[in-house]
C-alpha cells in the first residue's frame, strides 16, 4: 500500500471517528476514572466503587449540565459493576443512582451504552488499519482509558446487577452505603379529596381549591412584626467531647456543599433540598461559626452565596419557594424530581422554618439584613396565611389548596410567620387539641388527621425560639416526659422524632401517638413501619441539652458514638439494635444547633418579648 493510500485511509478514520464523537454529543473523560480501574485490576473490587462513587459525586460538584451528569452516571455504572463483583448489595443503590443521573443528563444507559461502544469500536479500527499499513498512530489518555476499561469491565454490555447479593458485614454496610433517594417528603401533606368550595364558604380546618390561584389578589399584609428581645450571653466552655461532635457535624456539610448555590444536599450524595432543609443548611452555617468551626470569612461567603440563590431562584406561582430544590443548580423540581418551570407547590410549615433562620440571621448578622430582607420580600404571603391560619399547596396535574399543620410542627412553623408581621393566629390558638393519657403523663394530641405527634418541632422551639409561650413550653416538658416514662416503664431508651433512614421508605415519623396507636413508627402516608422504631441522634443530643438531666444523659450517651469523622453522624439506632445508617442534614445541623445552644448557657437564639 502506497504512503498516499495510507494517509488518505488514516483520514477517513480520523474524520469517521470524529463524526462518531460528535453525533454522541460527548466523549466520557475515561482518563479520570483510571484509579479505580487499578483497584479493580488488582482484585480490590469494593475499594474500586467506593472511588467511582466518590468520583460521580465530584463530577456533580462543579456543575449540573447533561454532561456533568452523565460523567457521574458511568461512574456509577463501573461502581455497580465493582460491587456486584464484589457480591455487595451497595449495587442495587449506584445502579439506581446511575439510571437516575442518565434521566437528568436526557439519555438513558442504553443510548449511551451503544454511543460509547461504537466510538471504541472505531478507536480499535483505528488502531487496526494503522498496524496494518506499518503506521504509528496516537491515542489520547481518555481512548487508552477507555479501551482499558472495556476490556477489563465490558461495561457496554452491561445492564445491571442481579438479584440475591448481601451486605457482607453490618460495619461495612454502616460506613459505605451512599444515599442517592429522594422520594418522600419531610413535612405532614395533610390533603383531603374534598370537592371544590367557593372562597367565600371557607370554614373548616382542612380545605381544598382547585380554582386558578390568579383570583387572589397579592399584597403585603399589613401587621407589626414580633419583637425580639436582644440578648447578652454569657458563654460556657464546650467539653472537647462536645467540640469534637461539632466538627464531626461539620463534616456532612463539607462533604456535601454545594459552591455554586451555597445549597447543602438534603441527604448524602443526593442533590436536591426541600425548604425545611435550607433553614437547617443557615442553622449549619451559622451554628460552625458561632461554634468557632469556621471563621468569619468563610461564614460570610457561604451565606452569601446561599442568600443570593433564595433571592433569585424561582417561586411557584411567583408566590412562594417550591417545596424541592436542585442544589446544584438552585432550579425547582416536580414531585419526581424533575426539573421543572412549575414545580410542585410550597410547604407551609418548611417556609415557616426557613423564616425562624433568616430571622435569627438578620438578628446577628446585621450587615446581612438586606440580603434576608431582598429573600422575603419577594414572597407573597396572601394564601399561605389564609383564614390566618397556614395552607400549604401541591400541584400534580392540578393544585391543591389546603389548611397544613397540626400540634407541634403548625405552632413552631407559625412562629416563623409571626417572626415577620404575618397573621397566623388561628394556628396558635391550640383549639384542635385534646388530652389523653399515657404512662400517667397527660399527653395533648391533636384532634385533626395526620397528626405526628414527636419530639422535631418541640425541640426546636424550645432552643430557637424560648419555647414559643408558657403554654407550648409546659407541652414541650410533657412530650419529653412521657418518653422518659416509657422507658421507666419498658427499659427501652426513647427519643422519638423524624427520621431519614437509608431503605425504602426513606423517611419515617417515629410518634408518640399517631392514628389512635401509641409508639408508632409510620412514613409520611402514614402506614405502620414499626420495624423502624429508633432512637433519633438529633433528639437525644437536644433533649440532652435542654433537661441535662440522668435520663437524657443517658440518651446522649447512647447515640455519641454513632459517627463518621468523615461524613458526620448516623440519624440513629433502631430498638432492635441495627444503626439508621443515614446521612443527612438535619440530623447533623440539630447536633450543631443543640452544642451552640449549650455554649450559649442554654440561652434560645430568639427570645420573643412577651405582650
Known amino acids: 500500500m502506497s504512503s498516499y493510500k495510507r494517509k488518505i485511509i488514516f483520514i477517513l478514520f480520523f474524520i469517521s471517528n470524529l463524526i462518531s464523537i460528535c453525533w454522541a454529543g460527548f466523549f466520557y473523560p475515561f482518563s479520570e476514572y483510571k484509579l479505580g480501574l487499578i483497584l479493580y485490576k488488582n482484585g480490590k473490587f469494593k475499594e474500586a466503587g467506593f472511588f467511582w462513587t466518590k468520583k460521580a459525586q465530584e463530577f456533580l460538584q462543579g456543575s449540573s449540565n447533561p454532561d456533568s451528569f452523565k460523567k457521574a452516571a458511568l461512574a456509577e455504572v463501573l461502581a455497580t459493576i465493582s460491587f456486584e463483583k464484589a457480591r455487595d448489595a451497595t449495587a442495587y443503590t449506584t445502579w439506581s443512582s446511575a439510571i437516575k443521573h442518565f434521566l437528568e443528563g436526557q439519555t438513558t444507559w442504553k443510548e449511551e451504552r451503544k454511543k460509547i461502544k461504537q466510538i471504541l469500536d472505531r478507536i480499535r479500527s483505528e488502531i487496526k488499519v494503522a498496524t496494518v499499513g506499518g503506521e504509528l498512530i496516537t491515542l489520547t489518555d481518555d481512548e487508552i482509558a477507555g479501551l482499558d476499561l472495556e476490556d477489563s469491565l465490558i461495561f457496554t454490555d452491561y445492564k445491571g446487577p442481579k438479584p440475591g447479593l448481601q451486605f457482607k458485614s453490618p460495619s461495612e454496610k454502616r460506613e459505605k452505603r451512599i444515599e442517592t433517594r429522594i422520594s418522600y417528603f419531610p413535612r405532614p401533606l395533610n390533603m383531603l379529596k374534598e370537592k371544590s368550595t367557593p372562597l367565600s364558604a371557607y370554614s373548616s380546618k382542612q380545605i381544598r381549591v382547585t380554582t386558578s390561584p390568579s383570583i387572589f389578589t397579592f399584597h403585603s399584609i399589613a401587621q407589626k412584626p414580633e419583637a425580639t428581645i436582644p440578648q447578652t450571653v454569657s458563654e460556657t466552655p464546650l467539653t472537647e467531647e462536645q467540640v469534637e461532635a461539632a466538627i464531626t457535624a461539620w463534616q456532612y456539610f463539607i462533604n456535601n456543599y454545594h459552591a455554586s448555590t451555597g445549597l447543602v444536599n438534603a441527604t448524602n450524595s443526593c442533590i436536591y433540598s426541600t425548604i425545611w432543609d435550607i433553614g437547617s443548611t443557615i442553622a449549619g452555617f451559622v451554628a460552625a461559626q458561632k461554634i468557632g468551626i469556621i471563621g468569619m470569612d468563610e461564614f460570610r461567603e457561604k451565606i452569601t452565596t446561599l442568600l443570593r440563590t433564595l433571592s433569585s431562584i424561582d417561586l411557584y406561582n411567583n408566590e412562594l419557594p417550591n417545596r424541592v430544590y436542585n442544589t446544584t443548580n438552585g432550579k425547582m423540581v416536580d414531585l419526581k424530581m424533575r426539573l421543572s418551570y412549575k414545580g410542585s407547590g410550597w410547604s407551609a410549615i418548611d417556609i415557616g422554618r426557613l423564616l425562624i433562620w433568616l430571622r435569627i440571621t438578620e438578628n446577628w448578622y446585621q450587615e446581612l439584613r438586606d440580603l434576608v430582607h431582598k429573600v422575603v420580600n419577594r414572597w407573597k404571603f396572601n394564601r399561605v396565611c389564609f383564614n390566618e391560619e397556614l395552607h400549604g399547596t401541591m400541584f400534580k396535574q392540578k393544585e391543591s389548596f389546603y389548611q397544613e399543620g397540626r400540634l407541634g410542627y403548625e405552632q413552631y412553623a407559625a412562629y416563623g410567620f409571626k417572626l415577620w408581621g404575618k397573621d397566623v393566629s388561628k394556628s396558635l390558638d391550640f383549639q384542635e387539641i385534646t388530652w389523653i393519657d399515657i404512662y400517667g403523663v397527660k399527653i395533648p394530641i391533636d384532634k385533626r388527621g395526620k397528626a405526628f405527634l414527636t419530639s422535631e418541632p418541640f425541640i426546636l422551639a424550645k432552643m430557637e425560639l424560648k419555647g414559643l409561650d408558657k403554654r407550648f413550653e409546659q407541652i414541650i416538658e410533657k412530650i419529653y416526659e412521657v418518653q422518659k416514662r ?41 402506614r405502620e413501619v414499626n420495624r423502624f422504631r429508633n432512637i433519633s441522634t438529633k433528639a437525644a443530643f437536644a433533649w440532652y441539652a435542654i433537661f441535662l438531666d440522668e435520663y437524657s444523659k443517658k440518651l446522649y450517651s447512647s447515640v455519641i458514638t454513632l459517627k463518621n469523622k468523615k461524613y458526620g453522624f448516623y440519624s440513629g439506632i433502631f430498638e432492635d439494635g441495627r444503626i439508621n445508617m443515614s446521612y443527612n442534614i438535619n440530623t447533623n445541623a440539630i447536633i450543631l444547633e443543640t452544642i451552640l445552644y449549650l455554649k450559649r448557657n442554654r440561652v434560645p437564639f430568639i427570645s420573643i418579648l412577651q405582650n
Open 486 to 526: 416509657r422507658w421507666q416503664y419498658t427499659g427501652k431508651l426513647t427519643a422519638v422524632s423524624e427520621d431519614c433512614i437509608n431503605e425504602s421508605p426513606w423517611f419515617i415519623y417515629n410518634c408518640i401517638f399517631y392514628d389512635n396507636k401509641k409508639w408508632i413508627c409510620v412514613d409520611h402516608s402514614g
